[in-house]
């Protein structure tokens, strides 16, 4: 088990590199986690909502994502409620207070998923949240040490010393916990170092002493490897090439509970395009394609559209005949408005929405998630030359949206025919309920084209040479040569 001194010190990228890493060596491996708190969720093969991250990690390990992977989800609606998924499905919501009434259902989901798990691989690498020693929330937990206590898991414990006092977290952490967990320790890892390793030797044997407990290795701050994450700033995954006359320039809303941030990141390796993401109407600028992207609370999110001077840049920016695309709640917000009668989202039945597309959403209390073959069916704008090229991806949604005559359908479904996001007359507004578009390197270098194309430039937009499975083996190869794989080995015996 991989746990930390905090959040985002690197557990998920450490636990997708053992993936890979037990995966390369010819055992069968799975990823496990008990509860994520996130809004950047996928779906499995079939139809059960998880974290990204688990998803990523399973990919490493050359095996299909299953819910048993992370039982319990929580998507943040508000500063203490969170929408439940329990078992991939929408449970209800939770509040914070509330928690410890619900541990017991919550954990028997989790025992059972992780026992699965265990009877069915040759090794399990379990991720933590946060950090084991939050003494004032471990009545409640249910994913750090009572998880490694069911499990009788070795644990690794990560710091992260680019945010300065890793030795004292790490002793902390150690200190805080009890004594039956301290002996489940079987070493530390320091994360996110810049510099010469030797300076830190004298410090690394006095917390050795301190603790009796090894330092495994020491991982350098790691820049050229790419592997989707729980969360991540918005900062790491902007971008900007080519020369200022000549690039394309794409801002994606920064709604502050946008799902699924990274299913733009393949811009972000294109050539000739600056990809930038914006909170406020004073760094919106004038933008080649602004991209509305999903999020867990549509009408909050539209509020903070319009509270931040952000509608009126959007409304400005689609007058002056520039291309605008809306993915999933995004698509919600640039209809005509919102029904909520069942007050899933709030309390107004109604809501304004943007008024961009001619169409409208209700919701309802289904979720749909699914994975989803589509083709395009559009041929003008922003999808010229696109009709009937096949695209696949996945829908995470509640609520369905219905259009009006003279919308155009842009995108439907394989082999049933069901429409999955729309056009206006222009073809320069888009919409979709299909996460994951960007994903397809001709669906994006086709956007991009046309875009180049209505603006007068002839600039070839292609993706930059990628590949995942390259990426999860450079993770690998980063923590055979920095950690100590033997004793890591020696631990799981």
């Known amino acids: 088990m991989v746990q930390g001194t905090g959040s985002s010190v690197g557990k998920s990228l450490i636990v997708t590199g053992l993936c890979r890493l037990f995966a390369q060596d010819g055992y069968r491996v799975a990823p496990f986690k008990a509860q994520n708190m ?16 688990q998803l990523a990690q399973a990919q490493a390990a050359g095996i299909q994502p299953r819910v048993e992977m992370n039982p319990v989800l929580l998507k943040p609606e508000g500063d203490a409620t969170s929408q439940l998924v329990l078992m991939g499905k929408m449970d209800g919501e939770v509040h914070a207070r509330d928690f410890l009434t619900k541990r017991e259902r919550l954990w028997s989901a989790i025992t059972e998923s992780l026992d699965t798990l265990r009877s069915e691989f040759d090794i399990v690498v379990v991720e933590g949240a946060g950090s084991p020693a939050e003494i004032n929330l471990r009545a409640g937990d249910i994913v750090n040490m009572e998880v490694a206590l069911h499990a009788n ?12 006092g890793v030795f004292a977290a790490l002793y902390g952490t150690q200190r805080l916990i009890s004594e ?60 900007g090439s080519g020369a200022e006359r000549d690039r394309i320039e794409v801002v994606v809303v920064a709604l502050p509970h946008i799902a699924n941030f990274d299913e733009f990141d393949p811009l972000a390796r294109m050539s000739g395009l600056e990809l930038r993401y914006v909170r406020s109407a004073d760094d919106f600028g004038t933008p080649d394609l602004v991209i509305l992207p999903g999020t867990k609370t549509t009408t909050q999110d539209l509020d903070f559209v319009r509270r931040s001077g952000m509608a009126t840049m959007i409304r400005s920016h689609f007058l002056r005949g520039r ?15 919102i029904n909520d009668p069942d007050g899933i989202e709030s309390d107004r039945p109604i809501v304004r929405a943007l008024g961009i597309l001619d169409i409208e959403t209700t919701f309802s209390g289904e979720k749909t998630t699914t994975l989803t073959d589509a083709r395009i069916v559009s041929d003008h704008g922003l999808l010229t030359g696109m009709a009937g090229i096949p695209v696949s991806g996945y829908e995470i949604h509640v609520g369905d949206s219905h259009a009006s005559q003279g919308i155009n359908t842009a995108i439907e479904s394989v082999p049933h025919r069901h429409t999955l996001g729309y056009s206006d007359a222009t073809g320069l507004v888009f919409g979709s309920y299909m996460h994951g578009l960007f994903q397809n390197e001709h669906f994006s270098e086709r956007i991009l084209a046309n875009i180049a194309r209505m603006s007068g430039r002839n600039i070839q937009h292609a993706t930059n040479p990628f590949s995942q499975e390259a990426e999860f083996d450079k993770l690998a190869t980063h923590l055979r040569n920095h950690l100590d794989i033997d004793k890591i080995y020696q631990s799981l015996n």
Not at 207 to 221: A, I, M, N, Q
Not at 323 to 337: D, H, N, V
Request: net charge negative.
């Open 323 to 337: 291309a605008l695309i809306g993915i999933c709640g995004g698509l919600q917000m640039l209809g005509k408005r």
């Open 38 to 53: 996130s809004l950047n969720s996928g779906v499995t093969p079939d139809g059960f909502e998880i974290g990204r991250a």
């Open 153 to 164: 898991a070795p644990v690794l414990i990560v710091g992260d010393i680019d945010k300065g």
């Open 180 to 239: 039956k967990e301290r002996k489940l320790v079987e070493g530390f890892i320091i994360n996110k170092f810049r510099g010469d390793v030797s300076l830190l030797a004298s410090g690394i044997d006095e917390l050795e002493r301190l603790t009796g407990v090894d330092v495994v290795g020491v991982l350098p701050y790691l820049i050229d490897v790419y592997v989707p994450e729980e969360d991540s700033p918005m900062r790491a995954r902007m971008s």
